[in-house]
């Protein structure tokens, strides 16, 4: 299995006037489709409101919590937001 490159991306909000109001981190990695065609996946988490849910950028406050992130679930390959199936046991009728 090929190993992911993660890349933490500055993402900065600027006012009218041009003064920085905030920054937060994105992470994204490279992906390929069909073997060929590569594209920038970002690291999302699913948010649901009162009717609906949708798929959002997890963005993190600073650096660290971000080279965290990558370090403790995503290069482990543990799951961060979604289910995990196991199968725990299995009966065979006769």
Known sequence: ????TYYIIDV?????KGELENTLYQIRYRKKWL???SYWKYIT???CGMSDCYDSRT???TIE?????IK??????KIYDGWSTTTVGKIKCT
């Open 72 to 77: 403790e679930v995503l290069c482990p390959n």
């Open 45 to 47: 988490h699913r948010e």
């Open 1 to 4: 299995m090929e190993k992911i």
């Open 12 to 16: 900065s909000r600027y006012g009218e």
């Open 35 to 37: 073997g060929m065609i």
């Open 65 to 69: 919590n971000a080279e965290k992130m």
């Open 59 to 61: 963005q993190f406050d």
